[in-house]
């Protein structure tokens, strides 16, 4: 399969907007907390980052020079397959993986190893080892198609936001993307898509992605098939974390 990214995919994309040209003088503005309404010191204020955090309430936001604050994203409602619960000031997110395409799979997969097992039962049975040596290949193929449908109906991710950092943890079957980072001084979150083009047509992925505060990108959580879902862990990281959302460059938005 080929895939290729188009339209919302950036290596580098700017959170913050480029302040306007104005004609008259600058003017001094005093400068609040958008969460609790607390005025802010220089010491609160980050100009690399072109963040603030409140010393009150301890809410993370981006600074803007001039022009209309953001229109606030719609909420997303709480999709299918996901739980959502807080307990002892952290926030847990779980989502399922069962969906359509594993019924599909399954169905692919029994039918795909069966039919190997049938091959090297024959080959084995008259001697032909070369022939079912031949199908080894095809063997891998179907025992990772059939470890991908298994996890698809008993796995989880978990989402874990407390006590300073972000956990994600995908299982019980082993799976690549279990990480740990700081949330303190997270200043954003956003949303990134990614098109995939093949023989069938087109389809796209979605990752959250968290800005750290030395500028580097980090992936939270990838391979969501639906917007709104990656929409909505967004929401609810920021609402919990208290982030400002922000507009991201290149930033999947609803």
Known sequence: ??????????????????????????????LKCRNCGSPLSPENISPQLAAARCPHCRALFAIHAD???PVPKPDVPLPKGFSLREYGGSLEITRRWIGPAAFFLLIFALFW???????????????????SAF??????????????TLALFINTTRIRAGLGKIEVR???????????ISSVDIPQLYCMEKIIRGKNG????????????????????????????????????????????????????R
């Open 1 to 30: 399969m080929l895939e290729a990214t188009i339209g919302t995919e950036e290596t580098s994309p700017h959170y913050f907007p480029q302040p306007m040209q104005s004609a008259g003088p600058p003017q001094l503005i005093e």
């Open 67 to 69: 022009g209309p604050p």
């Open 113 to 131: 190893n069966g039919f190997m097992i049938v091959w090297h039962g024959i080959a084995l049975s008259q001697g032909e080892w070369i022939m």
């Open 135 to 148: 199908g080894l290949i095809h063997t891998a193929v179907g025992i990772g198609v059939a470890y991908f």
């Open 170 to 180: 995908h299982g019980p079957l082993p799976w690549k993307g279990n990480k740990t």
């Open 202 to 253: 087109t389809s796209s992925r979605y990752r959250i992605e968290a800005i750290l505060p030395d500028n580097r990108r980090e992936t939270l959580v990838d391979g969501f098939t639906d917007s709104d879902h990656a929409l909505y862990v967004e929401q609810q990281l920021e609402r919990h974390l208290r982030i400002s959302d922000q507009p991201v460059a290149g930033g999947y938005g």
